[in-house]
């Protein structure tokens, strides 16, 4: 790296690195400073390949609730879409947001609630739709399944970000965080992976030999070689021209992972040694199975809000959507603390928080419009990217940004990766929801785990949720109220596992006498101030930009506006002196998404 450069870029911005100068971890490049330009457009290629695995996950496990499954162009316009909200919604993010250096990206919290929404009985497939042959993918009547499903979606999506928006710009995403514990962001998280475990096995059953050479693939690079480095060229104004290490398999596993079995599986494919007979075991590894899409795909599209039709309202949609919201919203502010650390940013004003939350809702609101089936929400794997960077400059995920839409307009890039053989996704699936799972379970690890009340909590809430949804889809008869309304409301909310479990979670630790530090309150206050501890800066790196702050400074009525940055350093001050008692009474808890290994 050029450390001349880096050092006028410190004294130009110099207000976030000293906030990480005494850490021998401090990032190269802080959060307001700017890296060179053929090294940012490096590096925002390196996290857009990050994000790649579990951005694409998403689509196409919706795609089997939409009846899209053979339907190989539609799910390319899907990924399209996707890549081109989340670069729009990680540049509102960067900009208007929390301002930190943070990726927006799709959530597999409402992935979870979309799926039990389209598993009702009134939005289940046709059982025609399961068969390529009855499938004519340019029929009307196919086009309507499809669409009035992805519709509805759209819609719930839409009307429930609203809480989103209202939480975070309302300043109320502190009050609630006061209530959630680890006991109910364990069963909750973990119930997100552990949800979708029949999708990882139908797919990863497609032909076990592929799927068990991407797992291995994939915990070869991320576990085992990713302290190993590759020597690259490198040049610079003090070592000219010299070599580097580059740490491929640490940054990107996923993709490595899924590159070379789909790269085998096409050898076996032009060579047929894969079965070309679809009835036959092994079929669906062949990576010309979906081949049209990459022909009949157009070169540029461009993504629009109702570009599927003209969104609707499910009742039990939006309460469904609503649970994995509040999921999400949860694990976003343990984000905003994570990558502030890591970008050498102080620690998150509360302003900036709410501001991150309601942004979040509003991409969410985008999402919705546009049409992806999905919400956004921070990506964890990229604020571990800037962990192993040391680079936390926000103009790289602006950049990245910027790329993603880039990505999301063309049409052919979409096409290519519906192209990736079943099994390759089914290896990735297990890999990444296990993980997922793991995550939520980590949580525990603040609580007193020998405390008989925490195990029952735990326990019983894990149980139920994976209980009262098995047992409700096999017998939807019974949960019958007269209401069709009440009906479609109680089936969705309780046939997704992470409500059910959260729900227990959050009732049971709340009413259950137990002291904080039993409950885990306590070690996630102290983890929250380890985390700010080592950021000395100012917070001015979260004040809006093109003058916007220096406006609403001259306005009296700021100060009773949540998401405004004001003048508070007497309050800084205080908060430096107050009781660790009365500290702790404001403190959120900390959680990281984890959804790539």
């Known amino acids: 790296m050029d450390k001349q450069v880096k050092g006028e870029a410190s004294k130009t911005f110099g207000s976030s690195c000293v906030a ?86 799709g959530t597999f919290s409402l992935l979870t609630p979309a799926m039990a929404l389209l598993s009702v009985p009134e939005l289940k497939c046709p059982a025609w739709t399961q068969n390529s042959t009855l499938v004519n993918t340019s029929s009307p009547v196919f086009i309507e399944v499809w669409q009035t499903r992805i519709t509805t979606l759209q819609g719930s999506i839409m009307v429930a970000s609203v809480l989103q928006v209202l939480v975070g710009f309302s300043g109320l995403i502190g009050f609630l965080m006061r209530f959630i514990g680890p006991l109910t962001i364990a069963p909750t998280v973990s119930l997100v992976g552990l949800s979708l475990y029949d999708s990882a096995g139908e797919k990863a059953g497609s032909h076990w030999a592929i799927s068990v050479l991407t797992m291995t693939l994939i915990i070869l690079f991320s576990q085992y070689l990713r302290r190993v480095p590759i020597p690259v060229p490198a040049y610079s104004k003090t070592k000219k021209l010299h070599t580097s290490k580059f740490y491929p398999f640490q940054t990107v596993p996923i993709l490595l992972g899924i590159a070379i079995p789909w790269l085998f599986c096409y050898l076996l494919t032009i060579y047929d040694v894969l079965p070309s007979d679809s009835a036959q075991y092994g079929y669906l590894a ?22 599927w039709g003209i969104p609707t309202v499910s009742l039990a949609g939006v309460f469904g959507i609503m649970a994995g919201i509040i999921c999400s919203m949860i694990e976003s502010v343990g984000d905003y603390h994570t990558c502030a650390r890591l970008s050498g940013a102080p620690r998150p004003p509360k302003h900036a928080i709410n501001r991150g939350i309601g942004v979040e809702g509003i991409g969410s609101l985008l999402a919705g419009a546009f049409g992806t089936g999905n919400g956004t929400t921070s990506f964890c794997e990229n604020i571990a990217a800037l962990d192993i960077t040391k680079v936390g400059s926000r103009t790289v995920i602006l950049l990245t940004g910027f790329f993603m839409i880039l990505m999301g307009m063309l049409g052919k890039i979409g096409a290519i990766f519906t192209t990736i ?144 940055p004001r003048e508070d350093h007497k309050s800084q001050s205080e908060d430096n002196i107050m009781p660790q008692s009365q500290k702790s009474e404001d403190s959120s808890p900390i959680v990281t998404k984890q959804t790539a290994v």
Not at 287 to 306: C, H, M, R
Not at 476 to 492: F, H, N
Not at 500 to 514: Q, R, S, W
Request: glycine share 10%; aromatic share 14%.
């Open 286 to 307: 062949r990576t010309d199975v979906k081949g049209n899409a990459l022909i009949e795909a157009s070169w540029f599209i461009f993504p629009y809000p109702g570009q």
């Open 421 to 564: 053989p079943t099994p390759v996704l089914g290896g990735m699936f297990l890999i990444m929801f296990g993980v997922i799972s793991a995550a939520g379970i980590s949580n525990l690890q603040y609580t007193d785990m020998n405390s008989s009340r925490n195990v029952f909590i735990f326990g019983f809430s894990m149980f139920s949720a994976l209980v009262i949804p098995n047992w409700i889809t096999k017998y939807p008869s019974y949960l019958q109220t007269g209401v069709k309304e009440v009906d479609q409301v109680l089936t969705t909310l309780l046939t997704t596992n992470m409500f059910v479990g959260g729900f227990l979670g959050f009732f049971l630790d709340n009413t259950i006498p137990g002291t904080k530090l039993e409950r885990g309150l306590l070690g996630l206050e102290k983890l929250q101030l380890e985390d700010s501890g080592s950021n000395l800066g100012t917070e001015e790196v979260y004040n809006l930009p093109f003058g916007i702050t220096s406006y609403l400074r001259s306005q009296s009525w700021v100060r009773y506006i949540p998401f405004c």
């Open 20 to 105: 990480a100068e005494d850490n021998r971890n401090k990032p190269t490049y802080c959060v307001t400073d700017v890296p060179p330009w053929y090294f940012c457009i490096f590096l925002a290629l390196q996290h857009y390949l990050t994000a790649f695995g579990g951005i694409i996950s998403i689509p196409l496990i919706l795609s089997e609730g939409l009846c899209l499954q053979h339907d190989s162009l539609t799910q390319s316009r899907l990924i399209n879409t996707i890549f081109f909200v989340s670069g729009l919604c990680t540049i509102l993010q960067v900009t208007f947001g929390v301002r930190l250096p943070i990726l927006q990206g």
